[in-house]
């Protein structure tokens, strides 16, 4: 194994944590059109073989919504900086980006079209599964990925059908690397990754088409998805590309919800060097992800009927994820991923906890946070506890 500068060591522990996921809001009600809301979030790290053990500040994040019946929007932005994992840092603002920022227009209930930095509408929506912490779609640059561009969506009795153009990935925000997004995009690498790349994704088209059936009890979805953009290697003036696939499976009986998906990402980068590989980043950091593998993912998650504790607890959700990035270099090992965790409301605050099991997985046991899903990292299963707490308005 590489082993990692000073930099990339402390950038390890950076975390993908999704946004408002299931949380319940209470925004502020502007016009009878316009909300505005936030969070301020908490969160604590216990890892005794690395012998962390911290709680502290999270993130704080501001958001805006605008809905009418033919104008919407949205807007979300992000604060981090001074506490773990950003310790680096001095303030909360040292590290911050917008995850959302775009407008809409409904043509009818059933149609409408979105114009800004918006989701990418790849495979399961709006993650790859019940987790707070995301699965390895995330960290590869497919699951919950936000970029600057067009979406059309179009709801046709069963079927909804979703295509998208994207000009670019999401602007730069502010932090110590060069990978200072929301989303896990294809970035230029910083000075610590070994083999690093410097590629810009361009001329991004989606286009995903599920369909809504019953199958005995279970209400289902079914679907396919397909993407395909443009890689431009700064250092050698060449444009390689990136093509992904996925099917996937939603299903819900009464508490019980099921969610699979298999993916395929085959990227054909133009690179000085090795064309195994391709630089992502996010999160104020950069790391290498294979440039060809098959992605699996599956989820099974039960509701908690009820409140609970003088009433104080309520919309309880009980999970199990895996997801396995199997790559398809025969001299790379395969990343897994798998979470067990709850997430449920305390009174105003919402808290989800998860114990979380990695194997070279850059975010999960001190594994190398550059190579993990490239080559591979520490080549075994490592594990720590994870909760985040917040108070959404």
Request: hydrophobic residues 35%.
């Amino acid at each position: 194994m590489r082993t990692l500068t000073p930099r990339a060591i402390r950038s390890i522990a950076l975390i993908p944590v999704l946004g408002a996921f299931a949380a319940p809001a209470m925004a502020i009600q502007v016009t009878d059109n316009l909300d505005l809301g936030g969070a301020v979030r908490a969160r604590w790290d216990y890892d005794p073989d690395r012998d962390i053990q911290k709680f502290n500040f999270d993130t704080a994040f501001l958001t805006a919504k605008y809905t009418s019946d033919t104008w919407i929007g949205a807007a979300k932005y992000r604060f981090y900086g001074r506490a773990y994992p950003y310790q680096y840092t001095n303030n909360v603002g040292d590290v911050a980006f917008a995850e959302s920022a775009w407008v809409g227009y409904k043509f009818n209930p059933n149609q409408q079209i979105q114009v800004g930095l918006n989701q990418v509408p790849f495979g399961l929506q709006p993650y790859f599964g019940s987790t707070f912490y995301e699965t390895l779609g995330n960290v590869i640059g497919l699951e919950d990925l936000e970029e600057v561009g067009t979406k059309y969506i179009q709801q046709i009795g069963d079927w909804n059908v979703q295509a998208g153009y994207y000009l670019r990935p999401a602007w730069q925000g502010k932090g110590t690397s060069k990978g200072d997004t929301y989303s896990s995009a294809i970035s230029q690498a910083d000075s610590y990754v070994v083999d690093g790349s410097n590629n810009q994704e361009r001329n991004t088209v989606i286009l995903r088409v599920a369909k809504a059936l019953d199958i005995g009890g279970w209400k289902s979805e079914v679907g396919i998805s397909g993407l395909t953009s443009e890689l431009k290697n700064s250092d050698t003036d060449n444009t390689g590309r990136r093509n992904a696939v996925a099917v996937h499976y939603l299903g819900k009986n009464g508490p019980w919800g099921v969610q699979v998906q298999a993916t395929r990402q085959q990227m054909s980068p133009r690179n000085p060097g090795t064309d195994a590989l391709v630089t992502v980043g996010g999160y104020d950091g950069t790391y290498n992800v294979a440039a060809r593998g098959n992605l699996y993912v599956a989820d099974l998650s039960y509701d908690v009927e009820g409140k609970h504790l003088f009433d104080l607890i309520s919309g309880v959700k009980l999970y199990a994820n895996y997801s396995a990035f199997v790559k398809s270099d025969d001299d790379f090992n395969t990343s897994q991923r798998a979470i067990f965790g709850t997430s449920f409301s305390f009174s105003k605050l919402w808290i989800a906890t998860e114990w979380l099991y990695g194997k070279n997985d850059p975010y999960i046991g001190g594994s190398s946070y550059t190579q993990s899903l490239g080559a591979g990292g520490t080549n075994h299963w490592e594990n720590q506890l994870y909760t985040n707490i917040g108070y959404y308005f």
